[in-house]
Every structure is written in structure tokens, then in C-alpha cells.
């Protein structure tokens, strides 16, 4: 398989590149670009900086995931998991993080803040019409095929 090549600038000298922390890794670890060390209080939302651009080509977006570690440790995720970074948006990324523990969670430049996954995407053709095909779900929606039947 092809990889797709993603540009990527440094907005700071400071800024750190993405990495891929082992061999078969789908993400790589995005840091955070910081003045001061940033706070954030239990229910806080915050815009976390990287000090980065990108240049993704046609047919990809990057997906930014929450990392697994920050989640089980500190309750810390993202506000909208998974965010998506468009192939034409060329200013600084932002991570937006939440912290949803009970303590304060601290943050400093050059931590690992969340995750990138380069993924194929394609847009659709949306058809309008008066009426959709049956199918046996219908309807049925948030846990509809989760259910069972008690019969008494």
C-alpha cells in the first residue's frame, strides 16, 4: 500500500512533528505548543495549540482520537471525538480537549495530547426522493437492534 504524503509545517520552532510510536501504529502522537503550563479544571473545555499546519491531499482528512492513556488516567478526551482536519485547511490545528476527572489535569508544551489518523474519505452524491426502500429495521434506531423480545 501506498502512503499518502502529508505536508506539514512548523507555525514555531518550538513545535514538535508527529510520531508514529511503534511500527504498526495507526495513530501518531500530536503535542501541544505552549507559552505556560495550561490547567484544566474538572469540566473544562480548552483549544490546545500545536504549532502546526498541514497540507493533506485530495481524498484523506485526518481524524483526530482522543488518546487511550489520557482518557483511563486523568478522564481527559476530546470535546468532538473524533475531530476531523479537512484536505484544504491550511492554518494551525488546534486540539480540543475536555477534562471529564475529578482533579485538575495539567498540560505542558511538548505533551502528547491526543492522536492522527490519515484516512481515506470520499463525498457523496445525495439524491432527493419522495420515498426510501423498505428494509426490515425501518425506522428502528438508538438500540432498536439491540433489543429482545420478552414474550410473556
Known amino acids: 500500500m501506498q502512503k499518502p504524503v502529508v505536508q506539514i509545517r512548523k507555525l514555531h520552532a518550538a513545535a514538535k512533528i508527529p510520531a508514529y510510536m511503534t511500527e504498526l501504529a495507526a495513530g501518531m502522537d500530536i503535542c501541544a505548543l505552549l507559552d505556560t503550563t495550561l490547567i484544566v479544571s474538572p469540566g473544562q473545555r480548552v483549544l490546545v495549540p500545536t504549532g502546526l499546519a498541514f497540507a493533506i491531499p485530495a481524498g484523506y482528512e485526518i481524524q483526530v ?12 478526551a476530546l470535546v468532538n471525538s473524533p475531530g476531523t482536519i479537512d484536505a484544504d485547511y491550511r492554518g494551525e490545528v488546534g486540539i480540543i480537549l475536555i477534562n471529564h476527572g475529578s482533579e ?12 492522527l489518523v490519515v484516512a481515506p474519505v470520499c463525498q457523496a452524491e445525495l439524491v432527493e426522493v419522495d420515498a426510501l426502500d423498505v428494509t426490515q429495521r425501518g425506522a428502528g434506531g ?9 414474550d410473556g
Open 65 to 76: 482520537r482522543p488518546r487511550s492513556g489520557l482518557a483511563i488516567k486523568h478522564g481527559v
Open 104 to 115: 485538575d489535569f495539567t498540560i505542558n508544551s511538548g505533551d502528547r495530547i491526543a492522536q
Open 142 to 150: 438508538f438500540g432498536h437492534t439491540g433489543q429482545t423480545s420478552h
